[in-house]
């Protein structure tokens, strides 16, 4: 079967289709053929070497695709299902541990840039029903992130204000869930055409935050005392504008570090005064993957995909991820 590696030391150069052995299933293992995968941040560090991983290792923390396969004592699945894979493989349920997150698809394990992949069954779930493998390859990463910040751990409820951060998967997937739970959306971003396309999807404000250097003050006036729950995507580059932008006693939930954010200062005064909430998580478990599956569906909720590319164009698709014109997810599929 082909598979696509990352050789040492990384970089798009050193992307390789490779041929590899085809597995065959244990007890409680399933053979999913994939059809479908989608880009992220991590991805993209993974790739160029940013995150170092052994060499040979498949890239790629998303996949969607079929069950073709089945050993014995599985339970939840059938040759034919429609499955996606899970960032955290091993965390089923219950508080992250580092037993259970240790395992990261793409990065520790092997992801799914690869025609067939073994795995227990408790590594995938199902996909909403009426996605198609390229919309299911959006949620495991960027879905289940948007959905565990602002459900699982941001509590969020009807009528509360959130504030998301640019226009990548996990901002748009934040955005559609907040609006389905009853929420209010604030956003930023750099470029007037996207700012256009945020306020038809529902947003209250959109601040194109280069031209406002402090972005975070302008959202807290025009949410009339603040934002109930912000999904900080910058980490460093942004903390200090979502610490003005959320109000007194609200959540800021960090999910990234963008642009140059793995460093930066807190105005840590107004972070206490403020009563300010702050939660870092990494995506989520497999319960809150069902969760989110479950409430897609019933909402019928459907990610934006930008543009898509062919299996063998992986380097293709990061360079296009480098350029920053992207709205929602670039998607590969085969």
Same mark, same amino acid.
């Given at each position: 079967?082909?598979?696509?590696?990352?050789?040492?030391?990384?970089?798009?150069?050193?992307?390789?289709?490779?041929?590899?052995?085809?597995?065959?299933?244990?007890?409680?293992?399933?053979?999913?053929?994939?059809?479908?995968?989608?880009l992220n941040f991590h991805d993209y560090l993974v790739a160029i070497g940013?995150i170092p991983v052994e060499d040979g290792r498949i890239p790629m923390s998303?996949?969607?695709?079929?069950?073709?396969?089945?050993?014995?004592?599985?339970?939840?699945?059938?040759?034919?299902?429609?499955?996606?894979?899970?960032?955290?493989?091993?965390?089923?349920?219950?508080?992250?541990?580092?037993?259970?997150?240790?395992?990261?698809?793409?990065?520790?394990?092997?992801?799914?840039?690869?025609?067939?992949?073994?795995?227990?069954?408790?590594?995938?779930?199902?996909?909403?029903?009426?996605?198609?493998?390229?919309?299911?390859?959006?949620?495991?990463?960027?879905?289940?992130?948007?959905?565990?910040?602002?459900?699982?751990?941001?509590?969020?409820?009807?009528?509360?204000?959130?504030?998301?951060?640019?226009?990548?998967?996990?901002?748009?997937?934040?955005?559609?869930?907040?609006?389905?739970?009853?929420?209010?959306?604030?956003?930023?971003?750099?470029?007037?055409?996207?700012? /256009?396309?945020? +306020?038809?999807? *529902?947003?209250?404000?959109? @601040?194109?935050?280069?031209? #406002?250097? =402090?972005? &975070?003050?302008?959202?807290?006036?025009?949410?009339?005392?603040?934002?109930?729950?912000?999904?900080?995507?910058?980490?460093?580059?942004?903390?200090?504008?979502?610490? /003005?932008?959320? +109000?007194?006693? *609200?959540?800021?939930?960090? @999910?990234?570090?963008?642009? #140059?954010? =793995?460093? &930066?200062?807190?105005?840590?005064?107004?972070?206490?005064?403020?009563?300010?909430?702050?939660?870092?998580?990494?995506?989520?478990?497999?319960?809150?993957?069902?969760?989110?599956?479950?409430?897609?569906?019933?909402?019928?909720?459907?990610?934006?995909?930008?543009?898509?590319?062919?299996?063998?164009?992986?380097?293709?698709?990061?360079?296009?991820?480098?350029?920053?014109?992207?709205?929602?997810?670039?998607?590969?599929?085969?």
């Amino acid at each position: 079967m082909k598979s696509i590696v990352v050789k040492s030391p990384g970089g798009l150069k050193n992307l390789h289709v490779v041929q590899q052995k085809e597995p065959v299933p244990g007890p409680g293992e399933v053979i999913v053929k994939w059809q479908a995968t989608s880009l992220n941040f991590h991805d993209y560090l993974v790739a160029i070497g940013a995150i170092p991983v052994e060499d040979g290792r498949i890239p790629m923390s998303d996949g969607a695709g079929e069950v073709v396969a089945t050993g014995s004592d599985v339970n939840n699945f059938k040759v034919g299902d429609a499955v996606m894979s899970m960032f955290f493989p091993g965390w089923s349920e219950g508080l992250p541990a580092f037993h259970k997150i240790v395992g990261v698809s793409g990065e520790t394990l092997d992801g799914y840039i690869t025609e067939k992949s073994l795995l227990h069954e408790s590594a995938v779930t199902r996909i909403p029903k009426g996605y198609s493998y390229a919309e299911a390859a959006t949620l495991p990463c960027a879905g289940l992130t948007a959905w565990n910040g602002l459900m699982h751990t941001g509590g969020l409820f009807p009528g509360q204000k959130v504030l998301i951060q640019g226009t990548g998967g996990v901002s748009l997937l934040g955005l559609q869930f907040a609006r389905a739970a009853g929420a209010k959306v604030f956003a930023t971003t750099s470029s007037p055409a996207k700012a /256009e396309r945020l +306020k038809e999807m *529902g947003c209250e404000a959109v @601040i194109n935050y280069k031209e #406002d250097e =402090r972005w &975070g003050k302008t959202i807290y006036g025009q949410s009339d005392g603040g934002v109930d729950v912000v999904l900080d995507i910058g980490g460093g580059s942004t903390m200090k504008q979502s610490i /003005e932008a959320v +109000k007194m006693g *609200g959540k800021i939930i960090s @999910i990234g570090i963008l642009g #140059d954010g =793995r460093k &930066g200062e807190i105005t840590f005064p107004k972070l206490f005064f403020k009563f300010i909430n702050m939660h870092g998580i990494a995506v989520g478990s497999r319960m809150m993957q069902e969760a989110m599956v479950d409430a897609i569906e019933i909402n019928d909720i459907h990610p934006d995909l930008d543009r898509s590319f062919a299996f063998d164009q992986l380097a293709d698709a990061f360079r296009y991820h480098e350029t920053g014109k992207h709205f929602g997810k670039i998607v590969l599929k085969w």
